[in-house]
Every structure is written in C-alpha cells, then in structure tokens.
C-alpha cells in the first residue's frame, strides 16, 4: 500500500475551545444569577468547585489552608448572601459550624453539577485562564479550599447537606477535552 501523506496540523487561530468554555461558564452565570434573584427552584441544588489558587478568589486563610488548590462547595440549604455578578459569584457558607464569605471568579470554576436533574460541567485551565492567574493568587487573604473532581465530592460538603454523594454514572458532564485538538 502507497503511503498516504498526513494531512498538515491547522491551527485554531479562533479558539473554539476558549469560546466553549466562556459559553459554558455563561451557563453557571446565568443559573447562579437566577437563584441569587429567586431562590433555588425545586430540589436543584450544585456543586461547584473552583480552583482556590486562581486570583480574584477570596476565602479566609483557615479554608485555603485546608484547599490549598481547589475546593467544593454545596449550594443547597444554609447558605446566604448569594451573589453573581459579570464575573465572580459570592456566598455565605458554614464549615464545621463557622460562617465563611467567598468570592469567586467564573474563570476559576472547574466544574459546576446539579445533582437533581444529574446535570455537569467540567471546565479545564487553558491557557488564557493562566494568563489571567498570573497575577497576585492570594487577593486579599481569603481564599476557597480546592475541591475533589466531581466523581469524587466527599467532605468539602457544608454542613447540614447530608445529602449521599453524587456518583450516578448517568450523569451528563460536559467535558471539553473531547472538543478540543492535540497542539
């Protein structure tokens, strides 16, 4: 058999996978939005973990401590002074019975599931969002703990959420990588 010359590598020079992840991140936007104006709807509730070294989060040096890298978070009974605006999101949560404030960029969210209706999103770093974290990663000193991979969100669970974990292999998480072309 003759050998067939490879087809020449294209570059995306539009960035598609940029693209994706900035409209997937709309969603997590949008939803968050929405529950901060009304209230979480039905038995929806998330899961959402973020990567606590990316800059702009803030959380109190006792949570970066115990996720140094990334952390989640439930967002379903006790939480308070829900906030999302065009680029980060805030919440009161309780750990271990102590009130913590956090604020984190949509950029740093690595993935968002709602477990009710087994709904995912997994976001990974690209290269824009490194760019974006090369600046001070601590903000103020408050920082969020780094959360599990969401096939594995055990104990960065706020209390009173004594909900079992979601691990239904039914679920539909959108991962990007499928999308995205080898460089």
């Known amino acids: 058999m003759a050998d067939t010359p490879d087809t020449p590598e294209v570059e995306d020079l539009i960035r598609y996978d940029v693209l994706a992840q900035e409209a997937l991140r709309g969603v997590v936007k949008k939803v968050l ?12 509730h998330f899961y959402i973990t973020f990567d606590t070294q990316f800059a702009g989060v803030r959380l109190s040096s ?3 401590d115990k996720y140094p890298e990334e952390m989640t978070i439930v967002v379903q009974h006790q939480y308070w002074d829900l906030e999302a605006g065009d680029h980060s999101f805030s919440i009161g ?4 019975n102590v009130p913590e404030a956090l604020s984190v960029p949509f950029a740093a969210v690595r993935g968002f599931f709602d477990p009710s209706v087994q709904f995912g999103l997994q976001f990974e770093a ?25 096939d594995k969100i055990t104990d960065a669970k706020s209390e009173a959420e004594d909900e079992p974990e979601p691990n239904d292999s039914s679920a539909d998480v959108v991962s990007l990588d499928a999308f995205r072309k080898n460089r």
């Open 93 to 96: 949560l309780s750990f271990d």
């Open 62 to 64: 006792r949570m970066r």
């Open 126 to 150: 690209t290269e824009d969002d490194q760019a974006e974290n090369d600046g001070d990663a601590e903000g103020d000193g408050s920082a969020l703990p780094s959360p599990p991979k969401l």
């Open 33 to 44: 939005q929405e529950v901060a104006r009304t209230g979480l709807p039905g038995e929806h």
